[in-house]
């Protein structure tokens, strides 16, 4: 148990549906981050927010929104999405100075049918 | 820019025997340093970490990684390897003199093998 929980652990989709992840995190920190893990390839950082607000977005297509309501919380909304998003969704928070590095939940393991 | 190299996709290694997983970075600067483990079906669990200090960095289960500032290494280390420490092992780099954000910037990965 990292503290950094993540909901759903499973998610399959349709390429027309809309879904949303969901994460959570109670340990203080104040910085949140989308990545996405694909077999054979490094992890891929997507998201950043800061204090409630996004500071970096890495040309990710607009299929993938995130939306950071407080401190304690991360969504990330899919919508059209296409089969090759289909990975390891994995959500991390830190301190905003990220010395101590990040606790990453476990991951959302999504298929895109 | 900042990048991670682990240059192994897989290490085998005979439980019992000492364990290295390599991995060099390119940072101006001083970086800060992170070692992860990934468990089948799990997301990523912090390992050790070097920010400052003494060159040799104590983690979690035994492990330990070297920082080598003239070889811009930081190997990861066990001396006796474990069945159960067979995972997907993972070094970060973050530049504190960044501009970029506070996220680290991930190797692709080394699985680790330790056969019986």
């Known amino acids: 148990e990292t503290g950094v929980t993540q909901t759903p652990r499973h998610l399959v989709m349709g390429m027309t549906n809309k879904k949303s992840l969901k994460c959570e995190q109670h340990l203080g920190h104040n910085a949140m981050y989308w990545y996405k893990q694909s077999a054979k390839k490094p992890l891929e950082l997507m998201f950043v927010y800061s204090l409630e607000e996004r500071v970096e977005n890495n040309s990710v297509p607009s299929r993938f929104s995130p939306e950071c309501p407080n401190s304690s919380h991360l969504f990330l909304h899919l919508h059209t999405l296409q089969p090759e998003d289909s990975a390891l969704y994995l959500c991390?928070?830190?301190?905003?100075?990220?010395?101590?590095?990040?606790?990453f939940g476990q991951g959302t393991r999504l298929t895109v049918v | 820019a900042q990048s991670v190299a682990q240059p192994e996709d897989q290490v085998n290694v005979a439980e019992g025997n000492p364990l290295t997983v390599k991995c060099t970075y390119s940072v101006s600067g001083n970086p800060y340093l992170f070692w992860y483990v990934q468990y089948p079906n799990r997301g990523l669990q912090f390992l050790l970490k070097?920010?400052?200090?003494?060159?040799l960095v104590k983690g979690s289960y035994g492990f330990e990684a070297e920082f080598n500032k003239s070889q811009t290494s930081f190997h990861l280390k066990k001396p006796s390897a474990l069945v159960s420490d067979s995972a997907l092992y993972f070094c970060a780099v973050r530049d504190p003199n960044s501009n970029s954000g506070y996220a680290l910037n991930f190797g692709k990965g080394t699985s680790l093998l330790v056969t019986p």
């Open positions: 070097y920010i400052t200090g003494d060159n």
């Open positions: 991390a928070s830190s301190t905003s100075a990220g010395s101590f590095g990040a606790f």
